[in-house]
């Protein structure tokens, strides 16, 4: 069975304070992997897809990265707008379609 | 461009009682999701469409819940009867296909509440 967990469960830090979120994930066959940011009361918004390990994307102070078994989210000099649940998801060859993590809760306090 | 859209935003229902869901994609989008988010939780795949047809409702409960997604546009989402447990947001989703380059945008959810 496909699973994805998250960690940490929430995380707080200071205003500039980088750091990196964690997302493993168990695949038959992995399609692709999707980081997403959801603020309260709004749907999932489209961060990042990584194919292949190896591969990194960037965006703004957000910067992903993927091996054969996890993705990080490093988040460099946040500031408060960072403030958001980050999921991460992944889309498998065969069996489930799209699988979510539980995402982190990410405070960035000014 | 418009993004995807929900109605309603806010709904409470006794248990036993009916409710649908209403989503309109992004203009183009040929598939459609329809995911629920329970408190705390990552979203969950109930359904997913490709135009008209169904691709993978593997996780919908199908004595309970229902969609459809009539001429490949809009689609509605009914639960009945509704149990205490599916107290959820439930989030639309549409892409330009079935491709892994190809994001899914959300709609904003419906929060639906169960007494």
């Known amino acids: 069975e496909d699973q994805v967990t998250q960690s940490p469960e929430a995380l707080r830090l200071q205003e500039g304070e980088s750091s990196s979120l964690n997302c493993s994930y168990t695949v038959s066959g992995l399609r692709g992997l999707f980081w997403y940011r959801q603020d309260p009361g709004k749907g999932p918004e489209f961060l990042f897809t990584l194919y292949s390990a190896g591969e990194e994307k960037e965006k703004e102070r957000l910067k992903a990265t993927l091996t054969k078994k996890e993705s990080f989210l490093h988040i460099t000099a946040p500031k408060p707008e960072d403030s958001a649940t980050y999921l991460c998801?992944?889309?498998?060859?065969?069996?489930?379609?799209?699988?979510f993590g539980p995402g982190t809760r990410l405070s960035v306090l000014p | 461009e418009a993004g995807v859209a929900q109605s309603p935003r806010y709904k409470i229902i006794e248990k036993r009682q009916s409710v649908a869901f209403w989503c309109n994609p992004i203009?183009?989008?040929?598939?459609l999701y329809w995911y629920q988010q329970i408190l705390g939780q990552g979203p969950k795949l109930l359904i997913q469409f490709q135009n008209n047809g169904v691709v993978d409702d593997s996780q919908l409960p199908k004595d309970r819940f229902s969609a459809e997604r009539l001429k490949g546009v809009d689609s509605t989402l009914k639960i009945q009867p509704a149990k205490l447990e599916d107290s959820a947001v439930y989030l639309c989703?549409?892409?330009?296909?079935?491709?892994?380059?190809?994001?899914?945008?959300f709609g904003d959810g419906t929060r639906l509440s169960i007494l």
């Open positions: 989703a549409s892409s330009l296909r079935d491709r892994p380059n190809q994001p899914q945008h």
């Open positions: 998801a992944v889309q498998a060859e065969y069996g489930q379609n799209f699988v």
């Open positions: 203009s183009g989008h040929a598939t």
